[in-house]
């Protein structure tokens, strides 16, 4: 009786080197956070304190007070802060007591023109870093919620969500600038 043998296995394997020599090698990171358990926004706070060049947010909901303060001590220390939110969002005090805040430390606010349809909540920060998940950046979405929080570490993926919070940015029909 004779032994199987990997040889057409190993065979695919490097005809397929051979052919798509150009695939992709992923290095990327991603932490997983859920809520209750794991206090997501905590760990996006952290984010933010070491933040160093740029936190660009985009984000349906801005309560949290932590969250609040880790922004406006990033734009202190020189950090190129920008949030873009939900217009119909800034109906509620805390929104908008929390927008206020931060507009008064200087940082640049958008909302979109289209109520109610700004549903991402991401956050880039400087060229290698960036979030995704269903956690708004509120203490429920922290402590109460079912949440979750995506920490993604990969410079090229952070390029792209980077290239999409730049293109939000500057789109002046579907984003304006917010004044109170």
């Not at 080197?17 to 809520?35: E, F, M, N």
């Not at 926004?41 to 985009?58: F, G, K, N, T, W």
Request: net charge positive; proline share 6%.
């Amino acid at each position: 009786m004779s032994r199987p043998t990997c040889l057409p296995v190993i065979a695919l394997m490097v005809v397929g080197l051979a052919y798509w020599p150009q695939l992709p090698v992923w290095a990327a990171t991603i932490d997983v956070y859920y809520a209750p358990e794991d206090r997501p926004i905590d760990h996006l706070v952290q984010l933010y304190d070491r933040a160093r060049s740029y936190i660009y947010v985009s984000v349906y909901g801005l309560t949290a007070p932590p969250v609040v303060k880790a922004l406006v001590e990033a734009k202190h220390r020189g950090v190129d802060v920008r949030v873009i939110t939900d217009r119909e969002r800034l109906n509620d005090p805390k929104q908008l007591s929390a927008v206020k805040t931060l507009r008064l430390a200087g940082v640049p606010i958008r909302i979109n023109r289209h109520d109610a349809l700004m549903h991402l909540k991401q956050a880039v920060i400087d060229d290698l870093i960036n979030t995704s998940g269903s956690a708004n950046h509120t203490t429920s979405g922290n402590r109460y919620n079912d949440e979750r929080l995506d920490v993604i570490t990969d410079a090229r993926l952070t390029a792209k969500v980077r290239e999409k919070f730049i293109s939000m940015w500057n789109d002046h029909e579907r984003f304006a600038g917010w004044t109170e």
